[in-house]
């Protein structure tokens, strides 16, 4: 091997692996990028599904209460006659 060779070697082995851990890094971060991609979607649909649920609960508690208003308003006058 010539003296030239025998630099080369380990220097094309260092950017070698350099470039190859470099590579390795970048793969790992795409993928935990499109992992928390979905992720982030996901929370995004629960939390839709979370208001519409809470908007129905509400909605239902109004009506009960003006059910029970209604009634309260037909009995009061029932009640003084007493």
Known sequence: MSPLEILLVPILGAAGAYIGSYLREKGK???T???LDK???QVERTTK???EIKAS???EQWVRQKRWDAKYQ???P???GC
């Open 29 to 31: 971060n795409l993928a």
């Open 33 to 35: 990028r499109e992992d």
């Open 39 to 41: 992720i982030v979607i």
């Open 49 to 51: 599904v979370t208001e």
């Open 57 to 59: 609960i509400s909605g």
């Open 74 to 76: 037909m009995l009061l």
């Open 78 to 80: 029932a009640g003084r």
